[in-house]
């Protein structure tokens, strides 16, 4: 089939490179014009697991093309995705400019039939205005389809490739039958494509990314408790997860949660019911926790030096929002960094991708080390923010040979305390009792 993407942020990159793996002809499109001449070259602008080797592959193969010029992709495409950025506006709201200046550029180009199909994380009601738009620019035959994406950072392209469900939100027969052949080689297995209308569709992207949040939210309650109670979170958890009904998955306890898409969702679910006049509590709560969280091992900290930070020289390790991305957005590192800098800590810093991303948030603040052990050098604390496979097995002795004073702070309780006291390290995680 013949498709275009609208947009290459993380979201339309894994989306057009996928489709072009399973035999479709995908164009994809985008104003910044260093980044499409990149992309041409195979680079991928972005740390994804598996993404560059598809790149490569389907340009190679001359399914996979990269643009500027969105007027021709759209007249070669029969079906055009949306993937295009929503910021978060200043109370809450999804910011729709770029969405619907790309749909008025859509409805100028078209010169037949084609399917709009809303990839990005868009409000409800957005389907309806992107179609109301369309109707002004053009007098060819459209529909517009709500279809949200369910991506992983970290295991995007697996997820794209082997989905557990795909939803679809349209009341047109004719498009959902182009979507349903379109999506066939996906759900050969058996997992499910959701028909439903497109306010559904919108709705359940938010909801779906609300709930985890409220889990990670719980949790972390659950750990402020245990820390009271003298319990053990991670014990707790184990419980609790065995359980069918809760499951194991979203459980861990930590520093809160961050990224593109959990804060940008619960507060855009949160503005949607206060448009409409809804309270919904329980999302508030879940929004106030986790900035409250993110300040946890900060406060641990200071307590471990009675308010006497000024000075000390303290090492992180992990930056970015979750192992295996380079994607630094409301990660809780940069609270933490923004937090322990303004108490005067001289900050060394590691993480194995997302340095140059953080490097372009905070500049030359903190001290980037290219190797873990090197950052850990004459340090009196070691913040352990984000659990990359590579931290959870290290030389041990050799870490407490290197700092001055073997402090532990483990924002992802990947530690065991017990090993860690018995190594002698002064040990803390969050909710361990």
């Known amino acids: ?254 520093i809160g949660y961050g990224g593109s898409c959990f804060p940008k969702d619960v507060a855009a679910l949160l503005n949607t019911s206060i448009t409409n006049k809804h309270e919904f509590q329980i999302l508030a709560a879940v929004e106030t926790v986790n900035k409250r969280q993110k300040r946890v091992i900060v406060e641990k900290l200071k307590k471990h030096y009675r308010n006497d930070l000024k000075g000390r020289v303290v090492t992180i390790w992990g930056l970015a929002f979750k192992p295996n991305t380079d994607d630094v957005r409301e990660a809780p590192a940069l609270t933490i960094i923004e937090a322990l800098l303004k108490e005067g800590v001289e900050l060394r810093v590691h993480d194995p991708e997302a340095m140059e991303e953080m490097k372009k948030r905070i500049g030359n603040s903190v001290r980037f080390f290219n190797n873990n052990y090197d950052a850990l050098k004459g340090s009196e604390a070691l913040l352990l923010v984000t659990e990359w496979n590579e931290f959870r097995r290290p030389d041990f002795d050799r870490i407490k040979s290197l700092m001055k004073t073997p402090v532990v702070f483990d924002g992802r309780n990947i530690y065991d305390p017990k090993i860690m006291r018995e190594k002698g390290f002064v040990y803390y995680g969050i909710g361990r009792g």
């Open 1 to 254: 089939m013949k498709l275009s993407v609208i947009g290459t942020g993380y979201v339309g990159l894994v989306v057009g490179t996928c489709f072009a793996e399973s035999g479709n002809d995908v164009i994809c499109v985008d104003n910044d014009e260093k980044k499409v001449r990149m992309l041409k070259k195979g680079q991928s602008p972005i740390f994804e697991p598996g993404l560059t080797e598809f790149l490569k592959n389907n340009i190679e193969e001359e399914r996979l093309s990269f643009t500027t010029d969105l007027a021709t992709a759209v007249r070669q495409s029969e079906i055009i995705f949306l993937a295009l950025p929503t910021p978060q506006s200043e109370d809450g709201s999804a910011d729709l400019q770029h969405v619907l200046k790309v749909t008025r550029q859509i409805g100028k180009a078209m010169n037949g039939y084609k399917v709009i199909v809303n990839k990005s994380t868009v409000p409800v009601g957005t389907a309806d205005r992107v179609r109301e738009m369309l109707s002004r620019e053009t007098s060819y035959e459209f529909d517009v389809v709500s279809n949200p994406e369910f991506l992983k950072e970290g295991a995007a392209v697996n997820d794209f490739m082997k989905p557990d469900r795909i939803v679809i939100g349209t009341r047109s027969s004719r498009a959902l039958a182009i979507m349903q052949d379109l999506y066939a080689p996906f759900v050969r297995t058996g997992n499910p494509l959701i028909v439903m209308d497109e306010r559904s569709s919108e709705l359940t992207k938010y909801a779906s990314n609300s709930f985890l949040a409220t889990k990670v939210s719980f949790m972390n309650e659950v750990a402020a408790l245990c820390e009271r109670v003298g319990a053990d979170i991670d014990q707790v958890r184990k419980g609790m997860g065995s359980d069918p009904r809760i499951g194991p998955q979203f459980l861990f306890a930590g």
